[in-house]
């Protein structure tokens, strides 16, 4: 009986797994793809040196005698660290996937953090130096508080969390509060208030124990009460 185009295509991915599939087979898209440097845009994240980076700025410069080169300003995404780079416009970079996923968080342990996720009920811990914002964000950790993480696929290491950071701003519960902290020039009194998650910070005098509160954690500023 004749082999049909697909059982043929069956019987050569087992005898050789690296052929070429043949005009018409359906097949899966590669997951990493290299780009010109000329077409990566502000936002990518692209494979350099080994690591994983984040393209902050672009600019497409001409040399003279028909010459160019693509200047960036790339971040590492592991340890924020920033460069400049020169490329050739002929060159080109492998392009990466990084992926914000919802989790909440559980507990601290250590210099580890507990997440988990609602939808599948996985729990992974990471460092809390991964933590975008560093230590004074992690301060601002609250229990069920929800949280993004970051999900890096490389071609070495496969899908792997790789930072997470606090939402914007967050509603905390005054714990107490203590006497006037300072005027400011328009007259506003400020005090300190202790947080149910043991953060302090500068707050209005008329916010009392039990309010609840709007906060910035980027800037660690009261934006108002909660009614």
């Known amino acids: 009986m004749p082999f049909t185009l697909l059982a043929l295509a069956k019987q050569a991915s087992v005898r050789w797994p690296h052929a070429l599939p043949r005009s018409g087979t359906i097949i899966s898209a590669k997951r990493f793809y290299k780009l010109s440097v000329s077409a990566i845009k502000k936002g990518q994240i692209v494979q350099f040196k ?7 700025a672009r600019d497409h410069v001409s040399t003279g005698r028909g010459g160019a080169v693509v200047k960036m300003e790339l971040q590492d995404i592991l340890s924020s660290a920033k460069i400049n780079e020169r490329f050739k416009s002929g060159d080109s970079l492998e392009i990466l996937n ?15 953090v507990h997440l988990l996720n609602l939808e599948t009920f996985e729990e992974i811990e990471m460092a809390s130096s991964k933590c975008e914002g560093g230590d004074r964000s992690v301060d601002m950790l609250e229990d069920s508080m929800p949280i993004s993480v970051s999900f890096l696929t490389t071609p070495e290491h496969g899908r792997q969390p790789c930072t997470f950071k606090l939402p914007s701003n967050y509603t905390y519960t005054v714990q107490s509060v203590v006497d006037r902290a300072g005027q400011a020039a328009k007259g506003t009194v400020y005090k300190t208030a202790h947080l149910t998650n043991g953060a302090k910070l500068q707050v209005p005098e008329f916010v009392n124990e039990g309010d609840k509160i709007i906060v910035d954690i980027e800037t660690m500023k009261y934006i108002k009460r909660e009614l």
């Open 50 to 56: 080994e690591k994983p980076w984040k393209v902050l």
């Open 98 to 112: 990084l992926a914000d996923e919802p989790y909440q968080y559980l507990y601290s342990e250590g210099d580890k």
